[in-house]
């Protein structure tokens, strides 16, 4: 079982639609969880970090499930530049804080 | 604020060469610094963990005695690719976790712009 997994889309939304995405992870011992965002040939950008309780930053709602390892990403009224690969990240836990990528969900909003 | 800079941005090097990339911090400490490589249609992956002044921690399956790192200070580390064939062709990103005040933000990871190395 792959240590993160994600649906690698690519997703096709009208602009203004609401998308959600979600991953599952492996590694029980992972106590950060983020969503980022990578642009075509660029570095990953944090977008946000992810809590038990739920978190949510404008357009964007984030959910975390320990017990079932699930991390979910909504986005609302999206974008045109809300398109990009969406990045599920977990660290790896047990003292170390190299972080363990997703391949990534890849989003297109068309107008 | 929490800016990190690598360079070169690409290179493109003869089989058999050495090639060092640079990753600072610009306007914070760093004691910690990751390295992870991305190949196309891959996700990152984790290759090393760089820790000032000490020895970096590496990765399973990553040859240590061929990607050479140095953290010399709290701004910088180096990543060298030592006698470079065409499959160490990638994109190399270095990341750097914020460093305030004696206790770490082990939740802040600020990335790199990356190195995308090409080798013929």
């Known amino acids: 079982r792959k240590e993160v997994e994600q649906d690698p889309g690519p997703f096709n939304v009208p602009e203004g639609a609401t998308v959600a995405f979600n991953c599952t992870y492996s590694?029980?011992?992972?106590?950060?969880f983020f969503w980022y965002r990578q642009d075509c040939r660029k570095e990953p950008k944090l977008l946000m970090s992810v809590y038990s309780s739920g978190n949510e930053d404008g357009r964007f709602t984030a959910q975390l499930n320990r017990a079932s390892q699930y991390i979910s990403l909504l986005i609302r009224d999206s974008k045109l530049s809300d398109s990009a690969t969406y990045l599920c990240v977990v660290n790896k836990g047990g003292g170390a804080d190299g972080l363990t990528f997703g391949k990534g969900t890849h989003l297109i909003i068309q107008p | 604020g929490a800016v990190v800079s690598q360079h070169p941005s690409w290179v493109i090097c003869k089989s058999g060469t050495s090639v060092k990339i640079e990753c600072r911090s610009l306007d914070f400490q760093a004691t910690t610094m990751f390295w992870y490589r991305q190949f196309p249609k891959q996700s990152l992956m984790l290759m090393a963990t760089s820790n000032e002044g000490s020895k970096a921690t590496y990765e399973q399956g990553v040859e240590k005695d061929k990607f050479l790192i140095n953290h010399a200070s709290l701004t910088l580390s180096t990543l060298t690719v030592t006698s470079a064939h065409p499959e160490d062709s990638s994109f190399y990103i270095c990341?750097?976790?914020?460093?305030?005040?004696?206790?770490?933000?082990?939740?802040?990871?600020?990335f790199g712009p990356g190195t995308r190395l090409t080798v013929l």
């Open positions: 590694n029980s011992a992972s106590q950060s």
């Open positions: 990341s750097a976790r914020d460093f305030q005040g004696g206790r770490a933000r082990t939740d802040t990871q600020y």
